[in-house]
């Protein structure tokens, strides 16, 4: 696709399970970051990656949050023992990496913990 | 904790007035960027600043970064209600590393 695309758009969990949440980026980009935005405020910083490798993870929450990238394209943001707090949109962006390269977000994923 | 504090959070006014959007940190940044987002999307930029001082204009949108690099504002002219939206400045502090993002002005214009 021609933007960041983001999947599920939607998702609704049971407080304790598992979720996945997936990006894929633009093609190209080597660059790509993951943001929550929680309701009424902007978007926190939770882990940048350059290729393959997290070059900064600082803004994940605790550890039951982890996200890899494998082959440098796709990521996955994988949250475990879900809480309500973790409820929000969970944001994906992508750039080609150089020094202030525009960052293009995808839609978003609504992630609704019950 | 947000570093970014803008003002103020929600606005409405009627179409064809100004307006300003102000974003303060104490922190220095090495560039800041303005964004807009809608209901169900994603940030979509509108401009990036770099240098103590700049001014940039889009159309009717004109965009300052502080002598000191530590804010900035946003003043739109003439207001439509196509510029209703949510707007967020974001300062970054590396050439290509993480942003942080400010509290938020959501704007509302009335036809």
């Known amino acids: 696709g021609a933007g960041v695309s983001q999947t599920p758009s939607n998702k609704v969990t049971e407080k304790g399970k598992y979720v996945e949440l997936r990006c894929d980026p633009i093609?190209?980009?080597?660059?790509l970051y993951w943001y929550r935005q929680s309701l009424g405020q902007g978007p926190e910083f939770l882990i940048y990656?350059?290729?393959?490798?997290?070059?900064?993870d600082s803004g994940l929450p605790n550890d039951r949050f982890f996200a890899v990238r494998p082959e440098g394209s796709v990521s996955t943001l994988k949250i475990q023992r879900t809480e309500r707090g973790d409820s929000a949109v969970y944001l994906c962006?992508?750039?080609?990496?150089?020094?202030?390269?525009?960052?293009?977000f995808g839609q978003g994923t609504r992630l609704t913990v019950v | 904790t947000q570093l970014l504090e803008q003002s103020p959070q929600f606005l409405s006014i009627q179409e064809g007035e100004n307006l300003t959007v102000y974003c303060n940190s104490s922190?220095?940044?090495?560039?800041l960027q303005w964004y807009r987002q809608e209901p169900g999307e994603g940030p979509v930029l509108l401009v990036t600043v770099v240098t103590g001082g700049e001014v940039k204009k889009l159309k009717r949108l004109t965009f300052q970064f502080g002598d000191a690099r530590k804010d900035s504002s946003l003043h739109i002219t003439a207001a439509q209600p196509g510029d209703t939206g949510l707007y967020l400045c974001a300062g970054a502090r590396g050439g290509n590393e993480k942003l942080t993002f400010g509290t938020g002005t959501r704007l509302t214009i009335i036809p």
């Open positions: 922190s220095v940044f090495s560039s």
């Open positions: 990656f350059q290729g393959t490798g997290a070059a900064d």
């Open positions: 962006a992508s750039s080609l990496g150089t020094p202030r390269s525009e960052a293009f």
């Open positions: 093609s190209g980009h080597t660059a």
